[in-house]
């Protein structure tokens, strides 16, 4: 995710605020977009690998835009940036899938999210994987994994949003790695609370 910077100074009151949206709105170096940035970067998400196959070439990135559409039919859906090669390879294979990344993955979610490190000839030398139902593979000891055949794309401005339908899907124990305001984060554990009894 971007960097993005917060407003410090008093927000104008006229159409200039950059809060509102309006197009080149500006306050001192500050855009919509930076706006934008930095409030996205308030949304926690879960992090994930989304992988694909077309022929020899394998493919991966880090996400954290997946989510789950639909229980009849199991559907989820992930985006990726329209130009990516894994978008390419997703439109031509037809297939994908997500691996949600476990606390201790933080060294796998860093790798590939470096650019040009989300390529290679059968697979990854730097994490192991196995193929599932569609022959794509998955990272071995993820906390969960969706397999899927290609349902939809959707336009999404400068992303493209992969809709998949789900063939295969297993979870497994551990703890999330999670994404807040431009780091990775686990669960902090905290004491158990009891129910206090309340009904609705």
Not at 34 to 54: E, I, K, N, P, Y
């Amino acid at each position: 995710m971007s960097t993005g910077r917060g407003i410090d100074t008093p927000a104008p009151t006229d159409s200039a605020d950059p809060r509102n949206g309006e197009p080149g709105s500006t306050q001192g170096n500050t855009t919509f977009a930076d706006v934008f940035r930095d409030a996205s970067r308030r949304w926690t998400t879960g992090v994930a690998v989304l992988t694909a196959r077309h022929g020899e070439e394998v493919f991966a990135k880090t996400v954290s835009s997946l989510c789950t559409l639909s229980l009849d039919p199991l559907l989820i859906s992930v985006a990726v940036a329209a130009r990516s090669p894994l978008a390419a390879a997703v439109r031509n294979s037809r297939r994908y899938a997500v691996s949600v990344l476990a606390g201790h993955q933080e060294p796998l979610a860093r790798h590939f999210a470096t650019p040009g490190a989300g390529q290679a000839l059968s697979l990854f030398t730097v994490a192991p994987m196995r193929p599932e139902a569609t022959g794509v593979p998955v990272l071995e000891n993820c906390l969960a994994f969706f397999d899927c055949r290609l349902h939809a794309v959707l336009p999404g401005g400068d992303h493209v949003i992969l809709v998949g339908r789900v063939v295969a899907a297993d979870a497994g124990p551990g703890e999330p790695l999670l994404y807040h305001h431009g780091e990775y984060r686990s669960l902090a554990r905290r004491p158990h609370l009891p129910s206090t009894g309340a009904r609705t």
